[in-house]
Structure formats: C-alpha cells, structure tokens
C-alpha cells in the first residue's frame, strides 16, 4: 500500500478528494458529475467520465479503493504511467457506455408501460407496470386504495401521479463509482496474471486470479440479468469494464504480433 505507482496514487487521491465534496461540500455533486441517462434532462456528455470519481457511501468508495491499490500497481509497472491511464479510463467510459445502452432500454421500456396505464388508467394495466417495473409501489396506501376502488376517480389520479414520479426518478437517478474501471483491473490481472494466488477476506481459501475472475464476471452477469427489487448495483457497468478490458489487451496483444 506505500508502493503506489504515480497513476494509482493520484486516482486514489481524487476519488477520496471527490468523495469528501460530495459530502462536506457539495452534497448534489452526483446530479450535475453522475451519469444520467441518455434520454434525462440531466445527462451531459462529461459525466462519462466524472461518475467514475463519484461514489454513494464510504463502503462503495473503499471497496472500489482498494482494489485500486491490489491490483492497479502491478499492472501500472508492467504497462507504464500513460497506458495504465489511457486502460482506466478506457474500460471506465466502455463501462459507461454498456451501462447507458441498457438502462436506456429499460427506461424506454419502463415510460412504455406507465404511459399505457396513463392513457388507459385501467387496474390490469396498473398491476402490470407495478409488477414488472415498480414491486416497491405495493407497499404504498394509495396503490392498494385504487386496486380495492378502481372506479374512483381520485385514487386513479392518485396513482397516476405516482407512476410520474416513479419514472421521473428512475430516468434521473445517476449511476456512480469507479466500479466499470476496476472490474477492468480485474480482468486484466486475471488475463495477464492468471495463475497468481489470490488470498482474499470473503473467500476462505485461495484461489487463482483467472478462476476468481471467472467466477466473479458469471456472477455479474447473472446479478444483472436477474435484477431482484431493491438491488441498486450497476452490474452492467462492472461487465462493460471488463468487456472492454478483455477488447482493448486482446487488441494490444494482435498490434505486439504484428511488430514482431
């Protein structure tokens, strides 16, 4: 940890930088720098990079820290200064932008089923929205009210309003952290290093680096795919960086046989 390479040491010292803004300075610093989807009022093109500086709590920041200082060194030594950057910040937009892709399906899927109970305020419709996109609206009185009473006209707009706001928040909400960036360390040290022995706190026994980021990248994609209620990670974000990781060494590796 007091061998930090020039490049992990400054991206260390302004993750922790932002993260102190965020909360003693500027607490809505994740809606102007997180990333917005792509059809929000809110995205801006720099957040494509700003949300990677950006985290939502001090677990978030620290995990993504700290494999920061585990594997980042060794691969900045092997690549040098400007590679090792140009590979953080590469596999940290690619993961921005598998990110984006997806959640804008998913929004665009999300306004297509409200819009239909808005225009046709039907329970049927309702139930339908709640149960595919929104399960966290079930606990809330004035859904159950309009499901028990369909034919009020106040509970219907009751519960319209809410859906509004329910997609109203879900195309805002940013996505942040570094995450995208350090899955793509990880699938580095994995593809480059693959039979060094990782000794790790929440697996007890050793396990080689390739196997562990096997494992780890199946079980994203699964997390991602069967999202349950509740679950806020970026799943696809941490795919996307690895995806690109494995893109942009695979790719290095063709340019180094062809020179030869």
């Known amino acids: 940890m007091f061998n930090l390479t020039p490049a992990v040491r400054v991206i260390l010292i302004l993750n922790v930088a932002v993260f102190a803004a965020q909360n003693l300075l500027v607490p809505n610093l994740d809606e102007w720098l997180g990333l917005h989807n792509f059809s929000s009022p809110l995205f801006n093109p720099i957040q494509m990079v700003s949300h990677m500086f950006l985290h939502g709590n001090l677990g978030h920041i620290f995990s993504n820290m700290f494999a920061l200082i585990m594997f980042g060194p060794g691969l900045e030594q092997l690549w040098g200064t400007k590679r090792f950057t140009f590979f953080y910040l590469f596999t940290g937009i690619g993961a921005g932008l598998l990110y984006s892709g997806i959640n804008y399906y998913e929004i665009s899927q999300l306004k297509e089923a409200a819009l239909l109970f808005i225009q046709d305020p039907d329970p049927t419709n309702f139930v339908g929205f ?59 040290f994995g ?24 494992l780890y990248g199946i079980f994203e994609l ?9 679950d806020n990670v970026a799943h696809f974000a941490h795919i996307g960086g690895m995806l690109f990781a494995f893109i ?7 340019q180094r046989k062809n020179f030869y």
């Open 130 to 188: 709640v149960n595919d996109y929104a399960p966290q609206l079930n606990s809330i009185p004035e859904v159950r009210r309009y499901l028990e009473n369909p034919d009020v006209a106040l509970y219907q707009n009751q519960c319209i309003y809410l859906t509004k706001q329910y997609v109203a928040l879900a195309l805002n909400a940013p996505m942040v952290g570094a995450s995208g960036a350090i899955f793509g360390l990880l699938m580095a």
């Open 248 to 254: 942009l060494i695979r790719y290095w590796a063709g």
């Open 222 to 230: 699964y997390s991602g795919l069967h999202r349950t209620p509740g």
């Open 191 to 214: 593809m480059l290093f693959p039979n060094t022995t990782l000794f790790l706190l929440f697996i007890p026994f050793p396990i080689k680096a390739k196997y562990f980021v096997a």
